[in-house]
């Protein structure tokens, strides 16, 4: 059964067939194989998004793109470069801590690319980094999106997983600056080494200095509302998404840089991508149920607990899983098909969810820049060209995924990065 499952599996994935397709396909040809009646396959997808949590989804994507027409990517780049503008490779180091500052607005990978890559990009260009280059940091510098809160991903995983979302979302933040700090040391040296960006801005004094800070100081309050309303128990993460919405609508209101014809655009473009996310939830929900009948995950599970003999070998196996899945499947997908699988396991070794939800974050953000469906860095590769195929940001995404790399590893072997924070509130 498994191996026809992955037979049938990886072949239409081979084949380019979207992956809801796949995953509706499989379920339906396994439950007429089982004669289930295909109206459980209706019910198991209704059932995966009647959930209340996962209206969050479509409200961070809705207050991140206002956010990003509204006016508020460009103030928030302005920021950042007043920070790290004047040192080696500084607009390329621009480009990750905007990605950050942005990243606690969007909670979307793909949203944090195209926001801060139409903004950063042409003058990246203008300071003669490589087409290669620039997409091989604006797209990974994407994924502190999905690590840093308020994150889409961590929602999903939360409801998923049956983790607090509100634990997942202080965790992920000291994981999210280790990364922003350990990439931007990269695009210092590689700036050094390969003379990108050699023009540097004049000096900025202290009152210009107060000028770029009180601009940016309101969209950086937007984390603090979100975040806070949720620790102090005046908001769920759901009703706190609301609150992202109305604030990122105020504000692009009250820098007038949002128009009509933009706010249609939004709206649009916001349906669309929440669409395309809670469709696969909803598919593979009723895939899951499938796995479940046929008893898979417990298969899996005593596989596990057969050959992982101890917790730090549990996640290592898990992380070296979900890279190879990741190359060829997309994020969502793999945090409902998995996570219901391996969270029972973990419990099992004693590992602490909040420790092992932000393993999985950090090898889902790991599959974003992935070749080849590497969301991001697909992304990031068509915001800087659109002729551009994510082979031509090689040899550098090498360099990016391994710092990725080490990072995982650090969360591995120190869950201290990851549990610290949450422990302080609860």
């Known amino acids: 059964m498994i191996i026809l499952i992955l037979a049938i599996f990886f072949g239409l994935l081979f084949l380019g067939m979207p992956i809801a397709f796949i995953l509706g396909i499989v379920s339906a040809g396994l439950m007429i194989f089982g004669n289930v009646p295909l109206e459980i396959l209706v019910q198991r997808m209704f059932a995966g998004v009647n959930n ?15 956010m990003g027409e509204g006016g508020l990517t460009r103030r928030l780049m302005e920021f950042a470069r007043a920070f790290v503008g004047r040192l080696t490779g500084g607009l390329g180091m621009t480009t990750v801590v905007t990605s950050a500052l942005f990243g606690t607005v969007s ?46 991903t961590m929602v999903i995983l939360g409801i998923t997983a049956n983790i607090s979302i509100g634990d997942l979302f202080i965790a992920g933040v000291l994981p999210g600056i280790v990364l922003t700090v350990l990439l931007c040391i990269y695009v210092a040296f590689m700036s050094r080494k390969k003379g990108f960006g050699a023009d540097k801005p004049p000096s900025m004094t202290g009152k210009e200095f107060f000028r770029i800070s009180l601009k940016a100081f309101f969209p950086l309050l937007t984390p603090i509302f979100i975040l806070g309303s949720i620790f102090t128990g005046f908001a769920t993460a759901t009703e706190a998404a609301v609150l ?16 009509f014809t933009k706010f249609k655009k939004i709206m649009a473009s916001s349906a669309v991508t929440s669409a395309t996310i809670l469709i696969i939830i909803s598919v593979a929900n009723a895939f899951t149920y499938v796995l479940t009948v046929n008893k898979i995950p417990a298969m899996i599970s005593e596989f596990f607990l057969q050959f992982a003999n101890t917790p730090l070998q549990f ?23 998995l996570s219901p699988i391996f969270m029972p396991i973990a419990m099992e070794y004693g590992i602490d969810p909040i420790h092992f939800g932000m393993v999985l974050i950090m090898n889902f953000a790991l599959a974003n820049v992935t070749p080849p469906v ?53």
Request: overall charge negative; cysteine-free; charged content about 10%.
């Open 52 to 66: 209340f949590s996962y209206l969050a989804i479509p409200l961070f994507i809705l207050a991140g793109n206002i």
């Open 107 to 152: 909670g979307s990978t793909v949203a944090t690319t195209y926001a801060v890559g139409s903004v950063l990009v042409p003058r990246l260009k203008e300071e003669k980094y490589s087409n290669s280059f620039i997409a091989s940091i604006i797209g990974p510098a994407g994924v502190l999106g999905l690590i840093i809160p308020p994150s889409i």
């Open 244 to 259: 992202a919405v109305v604030y990122s609508f105020i504000l692009s209101m009250f820098y007038k840089e949002l128009t």
């Open 315 to 337: 996640l290592l196996v898990v992380s070296v899983i979900l890279l190879i899945l990741g190359m060829l499947t997309e994020v969502t997908s793999l945090i409902i098909l």
């Open 374 to 426: 590497g969301l991001s860095l697909i992304a990031g590769a068509s915001v800087t060209d659109r002729n551009m195929g994510i082979e031509d940001t090689l040899p550098y995404i090498l360099h990016v995924i391994g710092i990725l790399v080490v990072v995982i590893l650090l969360i591995i072997f120190v869950p201290s990065i990851s549990t610290f924070l949450p422990s302080l509130f609860n």
